[in-house]
């Protein structure tokens, strides 16, 4: 009988091993990330809670989930309740097909790349549902921009993941990883122009400088959150630092050769990977400048997207070529 | 049919780029603004009233409160306002400190000014932090001199309230050559960057005739191209006796806004270190009675980090002034915002407010 619930038992077993691992992931990335900027800025960051204060996430958290619930007069409520799950809710739903090891995988779907990158563009629904149930002009620009942006840029993104499912020849994720076996991707020219492409439109799909035009502190105060405060808002901080890690963990597993490496654990590599990406995304993020609105979506139209197209034009003929 | 609807937006008092408490009355079409007005007057403290019920030894306090960035320079638009209606002489040595104190100060404000608008550009806070950490050098400077380290109270009528303590000198000649370095390591991470000049350059663009007609004047002036400086053509205290430059802007958009700022950091650089070699010994400290009774009228004006600041005294042979007028450059310099921005959208309207560097203290005084 237990033999029968064991498989069910360790599916749900990685399950909770991801989940937990999202919280305290989130948590990290949004202590690195203030150490990182404060590195950048020649501060300390938070020195208090904790040595070097890495318990400051855990005391914010608990701040968060204390402090009152305020709706704004005149937000439409369903909206407005449901908008946090909408966005929270998804980027939890990917992490079903991250390769962390070659086992170590929660169900390794033979539609993998695709479901991450459609599940994750549920995101702009609920950052819509946000702006617009806010009662806010501000957060109604944050959220009209915001869909703007991510609906552009899936565009790029999925064009510059084609490539690498072209080369791989299989929509699975560990399917992708295996090909990689002999050459991590990105060392093929092709290749490293989607890289590029990857990178810099999953920049734009979690709104981070220099595209973090949703939620631009100098214009719109905070953009398609202003109104959320407390358990609420921290939804939406932990949705915006797991999709953080997802874009990351995409990209090592797309073009950096996921878990692959020299020696094991396959998982360290995998994380090794990932936050050095996250590494490379935070450092832009404290160093450049935003760009405007209409200059960022001529970039995806006119820029982005065609040289995304000659690129799988470009690999589909090297293909043909090597037969 | 469409319904068609214009969206109003209220851009402050309280909003993370409106520098202080400036209220906004945007109407957009989308995100284009077809109309902008700035609503003032969340900072008054009746400043020039309160002029007329203090000697100017008691006033001075409250010109600090003015252009809070840059408190030395409104020190010294009094001080020499009175000293010119008094007919009051100058030590040489009170002279070239105050030339020292106020480029200092001009240096202070600049620093704030490019990195307070880096940060409206979404660059956020590592330009403002670079920026505060050399700040903070000349602060400490001013702590030094004179106690304080915002409003600092430090010239009186006739010189000024100490002399430099033993040291500070030093503490001058170590900081320009350290400002010099740190301003490239500043423009490495701005000036050329191409997102920075995509959002700042032909954004906000302000004429020399439109600039002329509203009376903008100081950095934002000669950006738009005309070579206009109280410094060089009206000099006051010795500026006449240093050889530095006007820098000016081609196109008088943000960006040249801000180059001319850092420009203007680099001659006060220059000036500071020939003032420095140049101090003349004498006592600075201001040897005359504390009590004025000023008879008749007049008008001064100095080369504010922000443009000319004015100061206009009327006197009836009292020892309070009949009536004292502020002509504060960041009040012209901030009329002139509604006809830059109709047509751009929200982004650039916070650019070029960021360019035109305001200060809400001498605007609502």
Known sequence: MIAHYLPYLKLLLKGVCVLSFIAVSAMFLIWLERKVSAKVQNRLGPMITGPHGSLQSIADTVKLLLK??????????????????????????????MPFGPTFIVRDLNVGILFICSITSICVLGIFMAGWGSNNKYSLLGGMRSAAQIISYEVPLLLSALVVIMEAGTLSMQGIVHAQEPCWFFLKPNLFVAFVIYLISATAEVN????????????????????????????????????????????????????????????????????????FLMWIRWTLPRVRMDQMMSFAWKVLTPVALLNVLVTGWLLVAKG | MMEYEELIINMGPQ?????????????????????????????????????????????MPFTDRLDYLASMNNNLGLCLTVEKLMNIAVSPRAQYLRVIIAELNRIASHLFAVSTFAQDLGAFATPLFYALRDREKIIQIFDHICGQRLT????????????????????IKEYIPYQRKMLDEFETLLTGNVIFCARSKNIGVLSKETAIKYGVTGPNLRASGYKWDLRKDEPYLVYDKFDFDIPTGENGDSWDRYIVRIREIRESLKIIEQALGGLPEGDPVAKVNKVFRPNGETYMCTENPRGELGFYIVGDGNIFPYRLKIRAPSFSNLSVLSAMVKGLNISDTVCALGSLDIVMGEIDR
């Open chain 1, 68 to 97: 009152e619930n305020i709706v704004p007069s005149g937000a439409d409520r369903l909206t407005w309740w449901l908008a946090p799950f909408f966005v929270t809710v998804p980027p939890v739903t990917a992490f079903l097909c």
């Open chain 2, 152 to 171: 600092y109270n430090y010239m009186r009528v006739g010189g000024v309230s100490g002399d430099l303590p033993a040291g500070v000198d030093a503490l």
């Open chain 1, 208 to 279: 981070r400088v220099p595209f973090d035009i949703p939620e631009a502190e100098s214009e719109l105060v905070a953009g398609y959150h202003t109104e959320y405060s407390g358990m609420k808002f921290a939804m939406f901080f932990v949705a915006e630092y797991t999709n953080l890690f997802i874009i990351s963990a995409v990209a090592a597993s797309l073009f950096l050769g996921g878990w692959l490496g020299p020696i094991r654990p396959s998982a360290g590599w995998f994380l090794l990977k990932a936050y050095v990406v996250i590494a």
């Open chain 2, 15 to 59: 909003h993370p780029s409106t520098h202080g408490v400036l209220y906004l009355e945007l109407k957009l079409d989308g995100e284009v603004v077809l109309d902008c007005r700035p609503n003032i007057g969340y900072l008054h403290r009746s400043i020039e009233k309160i002029a007329e019920n203090r000697s100017f030894v008691q006033f």
